[in-house]
């Protein structure tokens, strides 16, 4: 063979690395440094509480009212740590994660926007290719095909509602201002009935209330569409299964992804207990000019049972100009959210991560 077919970019080695194994109980009450980084958090955002999910204790990650974070623009707040650079897989490689949190403190049910409390980061990634998210009160995670996002999962609702809205919006342009205040303008409206019905059935007419309900006449819909300006009736009939996310503008036009759920399983309340989340990541994108150059795939389970799997285009496409090496994706935990009033609890504990299923941590029994 020919030393010239030997040869490999070196921007596709440079940072390479093998998935290790990493597991943390949190138990001792102190941050292992061989295990996390700190660089997106201050020290005194974060602390420990007892009893854990199953041990002695589990971390407790805390933003109140007046905290920016580390790393974080003013109208933000930041309060995440993340996993140490040698545990980082070789980006496309098959990883598992395991591990269990809740949410206590104030949680006020709309204004919550744009709330991250996990996500997965691959090379290239400007939103995160898999989040968790908390958006007016609503747990739900959402992945990522370049700068469209999608909703794989939430923990109330008609899944085949979530579905068919997240069509509707595919439709529309992200760069038609008109449209896009349409849509946010319908998200407040939608927001203020489900949070304040009282109010809202004081100040509004009976028809506009009907006509943010999915089985809204079809002639009220209309309207509503033309006074917004928006084109397709059905976004207004179908906006209110969606109208919790943050950004709903990010949900505009195609991304080639394929969500299966399992029927009849919403993802649990994190507010109300501990919540044991499973991952399945294998990051992939048929449009890759170099790394993983197939379908990625995300299984995703809670408490013990299988919610959904996702196939497609997951993440950014990674360019040969842009030379980025094949490390990740990176976990972080923790909150990124626009600024709100109160003190907000993110706890965490019992983490585990490792190539295949069997090589996780057991967890105890639910408590």
Avoid at 40 to 45: A, D, G, H, K, S
Avoid at 98 to 116: K, L
Avoid at 166 to 175: E, G, M, S, T, V
Wanted: aromatic share 8%; proline share 7%; charged share 25%.
């Amino acid at each position: 063979m020919r030393a010239s077919l030997l040869f490999i970019p070196c921007f596709l080695v440079s940072g390479l690395a093998m998935a290790a194994d990493l597991n943390d109980n949190f138990d001792v009450k102190t941050l292992n440094k061989s295990k996390w980084t700190e660089q997106e958090i201050l020290p005194r955002q974060w602390d420990f509480i007892s009893p854990g999910r199953c041990g002695a204790s589990a971390i407790d990650v805390v933003v109140q009212a007046g905290d920016n974070g580390d790393k974080c623009e003013d109208d933000c707040q930041r309060a995440e740590i993340r996993t140490i650079k040698t545990s980082w897989p070789t980006f496309g490689d098959e990883v598992w994660y395991q591990f269990s949190f809740r949410i206590n403190g104030d949680v006020p049910p709309t204004g919550s926007a744009r709330s991250v409390i996990g996500q997965w980061k691959g090379p290239g990634d400007g939103s995160p290719m898999v989040a968790q998210r908390f958006d007016n009160g609503v747990f739900h995670i959402t992945v990522q095909d370049n700068e469209v996002r999608r909703v794989v999962a939430k923990a109330e609702g008609d899944p085949d509602a979530l579905v068919a809205a997240q069509a509707a919006l595919r439709k529309l342009n992200p760069l038609d201002e008109k449209v896009v205040s349409g849509i946010r303008t319908l998200q407040s409206l939608d927001l203020l009935t489900k949070s304040q019905p009282a109010l809202a059935q004081q100040f509004f007419k009976e028809d506009l209330l009907k006509t943010l309900k999915p089985e809204a006449p079809a002639a009220n819909s209309q309207q509503l569409s033309d006074t917004l300006g928006i084109a397709d009736t059905a976004v207004v009939s179908q906006f209110s299964a969606l109208s919790f996310v943050a950004e709903p503008e990010k949900y505009f036009g195609n991304a080639d992804i394929t969500i299966e759920p399992e029927a009849n399983r919403p993802l649990p309340d994190p507010r109300k207990g501990w919540v044991d989340m499973m991952y399945r990541i294998k990051p992939g994108r048929t449009d890759n000019e170099y790394g993983p150059q197939t379908p990625g795939e995300v299984d995703i389970w809670a408490n013990g049972q299988k919610i959904v799997s996702v196939r497609g285009n997951i993440g950014a496409t990674l360019k040969s100009s842009a030379k980025l090496p094949l490390s990740g994706p990176y976990f972080k935990f923790g909150t990124y959210r626009l600024r709100i009033p109160g003190t907000f609890h993110f706890q965490f504990d019992e983490f585990s991560q490792s190539s295949a299923e069997p090589g996780l941590a057991k967890l105890c029994a639910a408590q």
